[in-house]
């Protein structure tokens, strides 16, 4: 990163959290470990800080260890630029995602723990709250530099944005023995979640010199973002570390999805035996010495696992038990994501494959989800996928909070039939698409044909999202009124082509999921 010398007399006149954009360059801000270099967007009135290292490079011997702290530096640090993204394979984009979704294919590296910071132009000593965001991306890919999360319309908003980036796939996610006896806690494998929990203390350490308030934190994900949310509630490790959380489409409740958290330190540590076994590698010091772009060939199912200290135990008994970090939750889903996560089968096939999972419970499954003809089997099997992955978990994960946490929690259903720019296509409310509306980023798409009904549902979904990183309720001037979610009034706000409270969506549907999974894999 290129180091740019600012003078510390200016550098002191701008750490104050109240910018003013006195230097020719831009913003500077004094840091814990050095001075910053960011811009200031003269368009928006909003100041952008992008790839500051929140921990040091986790490269060679540091390779599969919990993040270090940073070294500190002497000159101003050039923060105008986004960081490489965490090492991943290039993703082939889906369909329905257009660019705004993919995280740029270069530069990548191991050396990826920054974060990038979006601030309100300020001129008080008033503190702002501030929303973490945890990008998606199946533990495998993502940046928190994707496009669609830009946080200039949040700060806009009073709100400082932040956007992370973690370690991915392998990198983040090995355990294996070798990895466990070296570890001063007796584990291994959750090398990601232990970066989000770095990122979040750096935060804490530093926001107030943004503007944010450090008493004020919101964590926010969506897909494997959310699915993070869903541990770091759920971690002794994060506790204090925020103050609210807002989960969009995943969780980890039930063990439903391809990272139920129900896989444990011994299981993880078997694959982590069989891709060393794989690569011919015997020892971690080898390990440590395959350069990254072959390591990344290695293939496994790498996500967060319950390993005894990052997760000292799975999700669902953590709040079964009112173990959980317990901040008001804002949670929800889309109503057309199973579009693209599960294949499409006939009649036949649907009917064998619910009695190869649901067993005797098959018949049930069958009223709820019908395969009459093979056109029936098609809606079933979307609607199956949707709630499996996403609806039972925003379902369940909420209506545990309500009943074993005190503070609110809000459920959502997003609906509305985004655009595409083409008349031929129409996939929904497809998985990742509600992020337009509650960062309130249409305009970061050029090529969508947006109407009128969609700058109004964004403009009442960003300010949901902004009222309850304020206060932890998401009401307020000229919104309609969002009921919180309790055990008895299960209430989700309807987010489509209107806005209006409704009893939980096929909530039959959800409860069979809910009691199914619940009673076939866990025992209190």
């Given at each position: 990163?290129?180091?740019?010398?600012?003078?510390?007399?200016?550098?002191?006149?701008?750490?104050?959290?109240?910018?003013?954009?006195?230097?020719?360059?831009?913003?500077?801000?004094?840091?814990?470990?050095?001075?910053?270099?960011?811009?200031?967007?003269?368009?928006?009135?909003?100041?952008?800080?992008?790839?500051?290292?929140?921990?040091?490079?986790?490269?060679?011997?540091?390779?599969?260890?919990?993040?270090?702290?940073?070294?500190?530096?002497?000159?101003?640090?050039?923060?105008?630029?986004?960081?490489?993204?965490?090492?991943?394979?290039?993703?082939?984009?889906?369909?329905?995602?257009?660019?705004?979704?993919?995280?740029?294919?270069?530069?990548?590296?191991?050396?990826?723990?920054?974060?990038?910071?979006?601030?309100?132009?300020?001129?008080?000593?008033?503190?702002?709250?501030?929303?973490?965001?945890?990008?998606?991306?199946?533990?495998?890919?993502?940046?928190?530099?994707v496009p669609v999360?830009?946080?200039?319309?949040?700060?806009?908003?009073?709100?400082?944005?932040?956007?992370?980036?973690?370690?991915?796939?392998?990198?983040?996610?090995?355990?294996?023995?070798?990895?466990?006896?070296?570890?001063?806690?007796?584990?291994?494998?959750?090398?990601?979640?232990?970066?989000?929990?770095?990122?979040?203390?750096?935060?804490?350490?530093?926001?107030?010199?943004?503007?944010?308030?450090?008493?004020?934190?919101?964590?926010?994900?969506?897909?494997?973002?959310?699915?993070?949310?869903?541990?770091?509630?759920?971690?002794?490790?994060?506790?204090?570390?925020?103050?609210?959380?807002?989960?969009?489409s995943g969780g980890?409740?039930?063990?439903?999805?391809?990272?139920?958290?129900?896989?444990?330190?011994?299981?993880?540590?078997?694959?982590?035996?069989?891709?060393?076994?794989?690569?011919?590698?015997?020892?971690?010091?080898?390990?440590?010495?395959?350069?990254?772009?072959?390591?990344?060939?290695?293939?496994?199912?790498?996500?967060?696992?319950?390993?005894?200290?990052?997760?000292?135990?799975?999700?669902?008994?953590?709040?079964?038990?009112?173990?959980?970090?317990?901040?008001?939750?804002?949670?929800?889903?889309?109503?057309?994501?199973?579009?693209?996560?599960?294949?499409?089968?006939?009649?036949?096939?649907?009917?064998?494959?619910?009695?190869?999972?649901?067993?005797?419970?098959?018949?049930?499954?069958?009223?709820?989800?019908?395969?009459?003809?093979?056109?029936?089997?098609?809606?079933?099997?979307?609607?199956?996928?949707?709630?499996?992955?996403?609806?039972?978990?925003?379902?369940?994960?909420?209506?545990?909070?309500?009943?074993t946490g005190k503070?609110?929690?809000?459920?959502?259903?997003?609906?509305?039939?985004?655009?595409?720019?083409?008349?031929?296509?129409?996939?929904?409310?497809?998985?990742?698409?509600?992020?337009?509306?509650?960062?309130?980023?249409?305009?970061?798409?050029?090529?969508?044909?947006?109407?009128?009904?969609?700058?109004?549902?964004?403009?009442?979904?960003?300010?949901?999202?902004?009222?309850?990183?304020?206060?932890?309720?998401?009401?307020?001037?000229?919104?309609?009124?969002?009921?919180?979610?309790?055990?008895?009034?299960?209430?989700?706000?309807?987010?489509?082509?209107?806005?209006?409270?409704?009893?939980?969506?096929?909530?039959?549907?959800?409860?069979?999921?809910?009691?199914?999974?619940?009673?076939?894999?866990?025992?209190?």
């Amino acid at each position: 990163m290129k180091a740019v010398f600012v003078s510390i007399i200016t550098a002191a006149l701008l750490a104050t959290g109240c910018f003013e954009n006195k230097n020719p360059e831009g913003p500077v801000i004094r840091t814990k470990n050095g001075l910053i270099l960011g811009e200031y967007n003269t368009q928006s009135g909003i100041y952008v800080f992008r790839g500051i290292p929140y921990a040091s490079p986790p490269v060679g011997e540091f390779r599969w260890k919990p993040p270090q702290p940073l070294q500190n530096w002497h000159d101003t640090l050039n923060c105008t630029r986004f960081s490489a993204c965490a090492i991943q394979e290039t993703p082939v984009p889906f369909s329905m995602w257009t660019s705004e979704f993919i995280a740029p294919s270069a530069p990548l590296s191991e050396d990826c723990l920054y974060l990038n910071i979006w601030a309100p132009n300020k001129n008080t000593t008033e503190k702002c709250p501030v929303i973490v965001y945890i990008h998606g991306g199946g533990f495998n890919a993502g940046s928190g530099s994707v496009p669609v999360y830009d946080g200039t319309q949040m700060a806009g908003k009073g709100i400082v944005f932040v956007t992370i980036n973690y370690r991915l796939g392998i990198f983040g996610f090995l355990a294996h023995p070798g990895l466990t006896a070296e570890s001063d806690n007796n584990s291994s494998g959750n090398y990601g979640l232990l970066d989000q929990i770095a990122a979040l203390k750096w935060v804490k350490e530093n926001i107030h010199a943004f503007g944010g308030d450090s008493t004020n934190i919101t964590i926010a994900g969506q897909s494997a973002g959310a699915y993070s949310v869903c541990c770091l509630t759920a971690s002794p490790l994060a506790g204090g570390l925020f103050h609210k959380a807002i989960t969009q489409s995943g969780g980890a409740v039930l063990p439903t999805g391809r990272f139920s958290h129900t896989a444990t330190l011994d299981t993880a540590e078997k694959i982590g035996q069989a891709t060393a076994a794989s690569l011919q590698i015997k020892t971690i010091d080898g390990l440590r010495n395959i350069p990254a772009d072959e390591l990344l060939q290695a293939k496994g199912n790498f996500g967060p696992i319950v390993d005894g200290y990052v997760l000292p135990d799975i999700i669902y008994n953590t709040y079964f038990k009112g173990k959980q970090n317990d901040v008001p939750l804002l949670a929800g889903w889309n109503a057309n994501e199973g579009l693209y996560f599960f294949e499409v089968k006939n009649a036949t096939g649907f009917k064998e494959k619910s009695r190869e999972i649901y067993g005797s419970h098959a018949n049930d499954f069958l009223r709820f989800f019908p395969a009459d003809n093979d056109s029936v089997a098609r809606l079933s099997q979307f609607s199956h996928a949707d709630m499996l992955s996403f609806g039972v978990q925003a379902y369940k994960w909420t209506t545990m909070q309500a009943k074993t946490g005190k503070s609110p929690v809000y459920l959502y259903y997003f609906s509305r039939r985004v655009p595409y720019g083409n008349e031929q296509a129409d996939y929904g409310a497809f998985h990742s698409s509600e992020i337009f509306y509650a960062f309130n980023n249409l305009g970061i798409s050029k090529n969508r044909p947006w109407q009128k009904v969609d700058y109004a549902l964004a403009n009442t979904m960003s300010g949901y999202w902004a009222n309850f990183a304020k206060t932890g309720n998401p009401n307020g001037k000229g919104l309609p009124d969002w009921l919180p979610c309790k055990t008895e009034a299960l209430n989700a706000m309807f987010l489509g082509d209107t806005v209006k409270i409704t009893p939980v969506p096929e909530i039959e549907k959800l409860r069979f999921l809910e009691s199914f999974y619940e009673s076939a894999f866990y025992v209190n």
